[in-house]
DNA sequence: TATTGTTATACTCTATAACTATA
DNA sequence: TATAGTTATAGAGTATAACAATA
């Protein structure tokens, strides 16, 4: 497994086309901002590691991000998708144009509203969502295996709670 | 405060209250994919709000993430800052041409070691970081708000951990 | 009129790698 | 030889906005 990858002559995580990360620590009267600092740090890493992984695939975290959503349910629309990767639907058509074009994904008229895309898995798609997802898995677990289940479902619980504010 | 945020002639829910994006929740053995895709999800949403906010004056929120590394430590090379951001260092060649662009950092040679550039905020950058700072502190603030001190506390605690894993 | 998807534009960020000038 | 920074290239993602077709 690769724990940090060559970048040019340093010694880098990578992952593309995303952003770095935040770095302010000195709030003085709360842990909100240590709280933001450390997890846009934790998630950015994390980010770097499995976009990496994803890479020897040829998807980018985005492009498995998309690849997934549909692997849950197939059928839905661009606009759809776009709600769901929190983007809007013109990132969405580059984004289907990209994975169009890889073979993965194609998008289908809805026969009732013409208006409408429906974006469908190809066989290569599956194909390559199942071999790709059981690794991206492991790096996850991997990345929380220190914790114990108890402490993954607070994290998950708190993480949620922040997810909906 | 904004509760949604006006994409083109779409309303990207800001807070849609509910579904989890990135993506693939079916891991039958443990919570850690869940964790992640909360987390990723949770990060994500928080970025795009915070970044929109930080738009306003004209920053984005890895040039914010420079000036307040350089609020930390003025004076840190450009390796440095690669190393404390996770990017390449010729990544941050194009950072700081940006925000030297703009007037907020130079480069300054050092004396004792005329391959290093050190890095300083100019005044214009002081005071766009303390003009810009507050309002962004409190958006954290605001975003964390529902949490305990103590839920906080455990936050931190646990995403620490997991950045440091 | 409102909605779905497209196109166009501009910019930021990232990855890779070769290059320079120093040390 | 090794290091700091630069340059060059390519591509991905994002934000904004106007547009066409359809509802």
Redesign the interface.
């Known amino acids: 497994m690769l724990d940090r990858l060559q970048?040019?002559d340093?010694d880098?995580?990578t992952n593309p086309g995303r952003?770095?990360?935040?770095?302010?620590?000195?709030?003085p009267r709360?842990?909100?901002?240590?709280?933001?600092v450390?997890?846009?740090?934790?998630?950015?890493?994390?980010?770097?590691r499995l976009g990496h992984a994803l890479a020897a695939h040829g998807l980018s975290?985005s492009q498995?991000?998309v690849l997934?959503?549909l692997?849950?349910g197939e059928g839905i629309t661009q606009?759809e998708l776009?709600?769901?990767?929190?983007v809007?639907?013109?990132n969405v058509v580059g984004l289907i144009d990209r994975v169009g074009a890889a073979g993965w994904v194609e998008r289908r008229p809805d026969p009732d509203d013409r208006r409408v895309n429906r974006l469908y898995l190809t066989d290569a798609g599956r194909e390559l969502l199942s071999r790709a997802?059981p690794g991206h898995?492991a790096d996850?677990?991997?990345?929380?295996?220190?914790?114990t289940?108890d402490?993954?479902?607070?994290?998950?619980q708190?993480?949620?709670?922040?997810?909906?504010?």
């Not at 709360?30 to 933001?36: I, N, R, T």
């Not at 776009?82 to 929190?86: D, I, V």
């Not at 708190?158 to 504010?165: A, G, I, K, N």
């Open positions: 970048v040019n340093m880098l995580p952003r770095t990360l935040p770095v302010l620590n000195e709030d709360g842990w909100e901002v240590k709280v933001w450390t997890l846009a740090r934790a998630s950015t890493r994390l980010e770097r975290l498995f991000d997934a959503t692997w849950h606009q776009a709600e769901r990767l929190l809007t639907k013109g997802f898995a996850i677990r991997e990345a929380f295996g220190r914790f289940e402490e993954l479902r607070q994290m998950h708190l993480l949620e709670r922040l997810d909906t504010y």
